[in-house]
């Protein structure tokens, strides 16, 4: 199979793991999904080597199929999606890049899944004070074309020390500040998928930009790396 292009196996793979969600099933099948793992490696190397051309990537990394199920009441031994994920030059550069591969359910993601909490409380008393960069950024025309709206876990009211009727408090309670785009199957299996991610990629960068700068100053505006 061509590195450019995502072997339409995988999506036939998840579909019968799915189903047969047990070890036996996948011993039976280990060569298999051992092929298409190599495959989407150096799909994602792709991925990287197109992003390190107007951006700056730490690591990039391709999740385990298996999944931990010491905490969690689901049982079943393993993910049934290839999830990767691209890492920005710390501490300079904040933000991360993110690939769902999974039967009509594909995705990328961008942005801030688990900020620390001296991050969070950053971002929220920037937000406190001032929301007119963000809003621009993340309400440009352009930009909700390829993103849409600004996504991620909330608080319910507000969080503590923070006024639930502050104007901003609709970014303010936000504990994620994320952006997904949904990717049809027929998509992630065409020639345009790597063009796709990489465009998308790029059109998050006044976002990632504003969140660097500020993640990278206290609230005078001074650099604390």
């Not at 994602?44 to 385990?64: C, G, P, Q, V």
């Not at 993601?109 to 008393?125: A, E, M, Q």
């Not at 994320?178 to 998509?187: A, C, L, N, R, Y």
Request: hydrophobic share 35%.
């Amino acid at each position: 199979m061509s590195e450019n292009i995502i072997n339409p196996e995988v999506f036939s793979f998840f579909t019968e793991l799915s189903e047969n969600n047990n070890r036996d099933w996948f011993e039976k099948n280990k060569i298999r999904f051992k092929s298409l793992e190599l495959e989407m490696k150096e799909f994602l190397s792709e991925i990287n080597n197109n992003l390190n051309d107007h951006d700056n990537i730490e690591k990039a990394k391709m999740f385990r199929i298996y999944r931990d199920v010491r905490f969690s009441k689901n049982k079943t031994p393993y993910k049934t999606h290839i999830g990767m994920a691209l890492h920005r030059q710390k501490p300079t550069l904040r933000g991360g890049y993110y690939i769902h591969i999974e039967p009509n359910n594909s995705f990328l993601g961008v942005g801030f899944w688990g900020p620390n909490p001296s991050d969070l409380f950053r971002i929220r008393k920037e937000l406190e004070f001032d929301s007119i960069q963000l809003r621009k950024i993340i309400n440009e025309k352009k930009f909700k074309e390829k993103w849409g709206p600004i996504l991620g876990e909330e608080v319910k009211t507000s969080p503590k020390g923070f006024k639930s009727t502050h104007p901003n408090i609709d970014l303010i309670r936000k504990k994620q500040y994320v952006f997904i785009k949904k990717v049809p199957d027929e998509e992630v299996i065409s020639f345009e998928f790597l063009s796709l991610i990489d465009n998308h990629f790029k059109a998050i960068r006044p976002f990632f930009d504003y969140m660097s700068c500020l993640l990278t100053t206290d609230l005078n505006g001074e650099s604390i790396i």
